[in-house]
């Protein structure tokens, strides 16, 4: 705790700011279990000051490094309603709100909701444009294209691919013109990242090796551990399962000793996935269950719907049908409302080895209750129900629920007017199309 005894009351308050954001910010570098709840602290205190002294736009700061603190916890439902609050003042200067819109594309980003984040950032275009802040356009450029590239994938569109791409070269550009290192080497690790994504495995390996050199002499242990999950997700595709363990391993730890729990349980995910195809079925059993667990008590419920996923995937055979059940149902619960369409593949393809054990299990008990029929029409079941909410969620669109369940427009209409007849009362009314007023000779 600083000593503010003595000094004028608006240089306490800016003391105790920048003592929260420096706590905050060195905390979570070095992994500090307990920085973002001191850094809170901090600056509620100088924000109490400064809303004496009339102070809008200090206040505003304040409470958006406090969101940022509640974001590297995990706390996104926190971070939203504070960074909403800063965004509804009209008096609040521009790179304040800047910094508190990207926050919020953040959050909604690190929540998968990739639509919105996109939303966020597109509309604040101009205002990044008019800030002289290098930092912070650098920051807005990198938060554009990492949520490309997620829907780049969910929605299939090459076109964001590409975008992403130049994206991440702005982001480096105005990293280096700030002398920003630590900046520069996370939109490195993002690049391997994409690399990683379009399987291109020894690329992803160049760029994040390059990242992790960088925040090596910068002795920042946790971004490195966020480099190691990302190097284990890569091992784990090309099936090098003893290095990812190896680098997945040494992530958890390091994440364990600060407060980003959100981090955690996506290498604890990890991890267990790492274990279970090296055979270690309880230990991975234990690290996946913890990391479900983790995720959910921080209310980062789309990890904590994957760490459940894994569950299944990676240990369905050492599962009893009553716990597959259960497993799924919280999965189905956490992840239905994801705009990834590869998210919703496998909580399908899920569904369909949780019924398969479970139609296994009647047909030993009871043989004479399985009919032919039984696994396709629960199958349809579950379908029926994915996308009955895609279309809930995409207000009746047939066309922008196609895009979140990762099918076609005509493959989507086909299911609902042949297996889903009674879904049709959700969608829109189809627009008959405008005959041509040109005539054909």
Same mark, same amino acid.
């Given at each position: ?161 590409? +975008?992403?791409?130049?994206?991440? #070269? =702005?982001?480096?550009? $105005?990293?280096?013109? %700030?002398?920003?290192?630590?900046? !520069? *080497? /996370? ?97 991975? +059993?234990?690290?996946?269950?913890? #990391? =479900?667990?983790?995720? $959910?008590?921080?209310? %980062?419920?789309?990890?904590?719907? !994957? *760490? /459940? ?120 009314? /189809? ?11």
């Amino acid at each position: 705790m600083p000593h503010i005894e003595r000094l004028e009351r608006n240089v306490a308050a800016e003391v105790l700011l920048r003592a929260g954001v420096l706590t905050a910010r060195l905390g979570n570098l070095s992994g500090i279990k307990g920085s973002q709840e001191s850094a809170k602290n901090l600056i509620t205190k100088s924000s109490r000051i400064f809303a004496a002294l009339s102070a809008v736009n200090k206040v505003a700061e304040g409470q958006t490094e406090i969101a940022g603190c509640y974001w590297r916890e995990g706390g996104y439902d926190e971070a939203r309603i504070i960074l909403k609050d800063v965004l509804s003042q009209p008096t609040v200067e521009n790179e304040i709100k800047a910094k508190a819109t990207l926050r919020s594309a953040i959050v909604e980003w690190c929540s998968h909701h990739y639509t919105d984040a996109l939303y966020i950032l597109t509309e604040a275009a101009r205002l990044f444009e008019e800030i002289e802040n290098q930092t912070v356009k650098g920051s807005y450029h990198d938060a554009l294209a990492g949520v490309l590239v997620n829907l780049a994938a969910s929605e299939q569109r090459e076109d964001y691919t590409d +975008r992403a791409f130049v994206e991440y #070269a =702005a982001a480096a550009y $105005h990293f280096e013109q %700030a002398g920003h290192r630590h900046h !520069l *080497a /996370a939109v490195i690790n993002n690049l391997g990242f994409l690399y990683f994504q379009f399987g291109k495995y020894t690329e992803a390996h160049e760029q994040l090796g390059h990242a992790r050199r960088i925040l090596a002499s910068l002795k920042d242990s946790g971004t490195i551990a966020q480099v190691d999950e990302t190097r284990a997700r890569v091992f784990l595709a090309e099936g090098k399962y003893g290095l990812a363990e190896s680098a997945s391993r040494s992530a958890v730890r390091t994440l364990e000793k600060g407060g980003r729990q959100s981090l955690l349980a996506e290498a604890l995910t990890t991890h267990g996935a790492a274990q279970a195809r090296l055979g270690y079925h309880e230990r991975a +059993r234990f690290t996946l269950f913890r #990391a =479900a667990e983790i995720a $959910h008590v921080s209310g %980062a419920l789309n990890t904590a719907g !994957l *760490a /459940a996923l894994a569950l299944i995937e990676e240990l369905s055979e050492h599962l009893t049908p009553d716990e597959m059940k259960a497993i799924y149902q919280k999965a189905y619960d956490w992840l239905v409302t994801s705009q990834h369409s590869q998210t919703l593949h496998r909580l399908l393809k899920a569904a369909s080895r949780v019924l398969s054990a479970c139609v296994d299990t009647r047909n030993e008990s009871k043989p004479e209750t399985v009919t032919r029929g039984t696994l396709r029409k629960a199958i349809h079941k579950y379908e029926k129900e994915i996308i009955r909410q895609a279309l809930r969620d995409s207000e009746g669109s047939v066309t922008h629920a196609a895009g979140v369940l990762g099918v076609t427009h005509q493959s989507l209409i086909y299911l609902l007017q042949n297996r889903h007849r009674d879904l049709l009362l959700e969608r829109k009314p /189809a627009v008959p199309r405008k005959k041509s007023i040109i005539k054909k000779r």
